[in-house]
């Protein structure tokens, strides 16, 4: 039966990263066995089951398609290494929050765990992918890891970094821009690199798979992520200077867009980014640049993070003046909690700030998000304070004070908000974090509307 695969591909970690990534390479690889461990028992189990642990558009078709075929879900991690040609580790790479470069640094414990762990059950050669996102030269750390011991087994190491988004990660694995493969510049390095390629190269052209060195490969990563997250700050920087003039952000966005140099994607003011990738990578790039004595390129990039903490504390600072400077005892519904639509993910989502906020200001909250509610529950399990969690918006948004538009969900563009403002304690107030509403119809209907980057539409 196990003969019939042409290669046995393992992923430690069934994470957002690993379990999409794996699930379409078995989806698109059938002559390969692939295999994904992680040391959480609970994921695995969830993975095995029709109730995914992660909410991904897609992403369900596909594990169904190859679970059982090629594609298998497992906790025996020893097994797995022993059986593997090809080695992905995704497991979490969190900011250190203890110790030498606590909130910057990261955290790299469960990376060299997965590096001894490997050492002590290989029994043949095998190729390592670095699949999450780790500060440049953690792949050497890898190897001096793999060869410390003497042993006679070869390894090569990999850096493969991902580039899907959550909420599109099926299409973007599918379709990618370009999947990067660094290797050493080695015989045997580059003849890994090239056994990678050959893998991805099963669905995709093979002109969109780049590769280079390692260590830059590693840098490509987190140089992309602070590109990315940089367009938002400077696109939110902009819609503060638009609400003191009386600008309008989305029309400065569409002809700053305009200009193909600049390019129209990513120009979404907000209420800031979120995500588990942005505000760490941002982190590690500035941690790495102090420690070689770069301290302008530090303060550069550290910047992009300090715009993005300057505007969720203005959307705080906009709701308290709008309210008559006290929330105290007002109900106000949160709608959305995941940090972008189309996903349950909250990890550093913005309104984990907003609500404890909220929560200082001793306002009683109401939270509702179609996908993301057990997280929301989880991220704010010790706060001391009076929040519910309700699905259904309408219920949440009833005899509440303000409503503040967390998420982009589709969902909540075309909710009958004639029927909310009715439901609601007036004067009734709307801050839209994500100008995802008409802004102009829900003033019609009574609204105090108080968009992002945009003059405000009050009737006092
Ligand atoms: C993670 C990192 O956050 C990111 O930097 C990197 O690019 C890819 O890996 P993600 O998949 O979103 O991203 O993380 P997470 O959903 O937390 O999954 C990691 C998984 O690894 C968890 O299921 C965890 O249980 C598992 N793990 C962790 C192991 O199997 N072994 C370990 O030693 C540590
Ligand atoms: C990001 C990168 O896009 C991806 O390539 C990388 O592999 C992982 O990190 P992700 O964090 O899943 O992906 O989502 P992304 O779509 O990049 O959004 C990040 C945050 O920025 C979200 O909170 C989103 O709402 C926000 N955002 C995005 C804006 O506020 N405005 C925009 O115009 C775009």
Redesign the pocket.
């Known amino acids: 039966m196990e003969t019939k695969f042409e290669k046995k591909l393992l992923c430690i970690g069934a994470g957002y990263v690993g379990g999409p990534t794996m699930a379409m390479i078995a989806y698109k690889c059938p002559q390969y066995k692939i295999t994904i461990v992680d040391i959480n028992h609970n994921r695995i189990a969830e993975w095995n089951s029709d109730n995914l642990p992660i909410y991904e558009p897609g992403l369900d078709e596909i594990v169904k398609t190859a679970r059982g075929r090629n594609l298998f879900f497992s906790t025996d991690i020893d097994k797995g290494i022993k059986e593997a040609d090809i080695i992905f580790v995704s497991v979490n790479t969190p900011t250190k929050t203890f110790g030498v470069g606590a909130g910057m640094a990261a955290d790299l414990q469960y990376w060299e765990k997965t590096a001894r762990h490997i050492l002590q059950c290989a029994e043949s050669p095998k190729i390592i992918v670095e699949k999450s996102t780790l500060p440049v030269k953690t792949a050497l750390a890898m190897e001096r890891i793999l060869t410390s011991d003497n042993n006679k087994i070869h390894f090569e190491v990999l850096s493969n970094p991902?580039?899907?988004?959550?909420?599109t990660a099926i299409n973007d694995l599918e379709n990618p821009d370009r999947v990067l493969i660094g290797s050493r510049q080695t015989e045997s390095g580059i003849k890994a690199g090239n056994e990678l390629v050959e893998i991805y190269a099963n669905w995709i052209n093979k002109e969109r798979i780049i590769t280079s060195d390692i260590w830059s490969s590693e840098l490509s990563k987190i140089v992309?992520?602070a590109f990315?997250a940089q367009r938002?700050s400077s696109i939110n920087s902009i819609s503060a200077l638009c609400e003191k003039t009386d600008a309008d952000i989305n029309d400065v966005a569409r002809a700053v867009g305009f200009d193909s140099r600049i390019g129209k994607k990513?120009?979404?003011a907000?209420i800031?980014?979120?995500?588990?990738?942005?505000k760490k990578d941002i982190l590690n790039l500035v941690y790495i640049c102090r420690h070689y004595g770069l301290n302008e390129v530090a303060d550069y990039w550290d910047s992009v993070v300090k715009i993005n903490d300057f505007q969720k504390g203005r959307f705080i600072i906009k709701m308290l003046t709008a309210m008559f400077n006290t929330l105290v005892n007002k109900k106000i519904c949160l709608l959305g909690f995941a940090?972008?639509a189309n996903t349950g993910d909250t990890r550093e989502s913005p309104a984990i700030y907003i609500a404890k906020r909220l929560i200082e200001e001793k306002a009683e909250l109401v939270i509702t998000d179609p996908k993301a509610l057990k997280n929301a529950k989880m991220d704010l399990k010790d706060i001391d304070g009076n929040v519910k969690y309700i699905e259904d918006p309408y219920e949440a948004a009833a005899g509440s004070y303000a409503i503040a538009i967390m998420t982009?969900w589709d969902l909540y563009k075309n909710l009958d908000y004639e029927k909310i403002y009715k439901s609601m304690i007036k004067p009734a107030f709307f801050f839209d974090g994500r100008n995802i509403v008409d802004h102009q119809k829900l003033f019609e209907i009574g609204f105090n509307v108080f968009p992002t980057g945009k003059p405000a539409l009050t009737h006092f």
């Not at 991902?162 to 909420?167: D, H, P, Q, R, Y």
């Not at 800031?272 to 942005?278: A, E, R």
């Open positions: 991902e580039f899907l988004a959550e909420g992309s992520n990315l938002i990513f120009l979404n907000s800031g980014f979120g995500g588990s990738c942005f940090f972008k982009e």
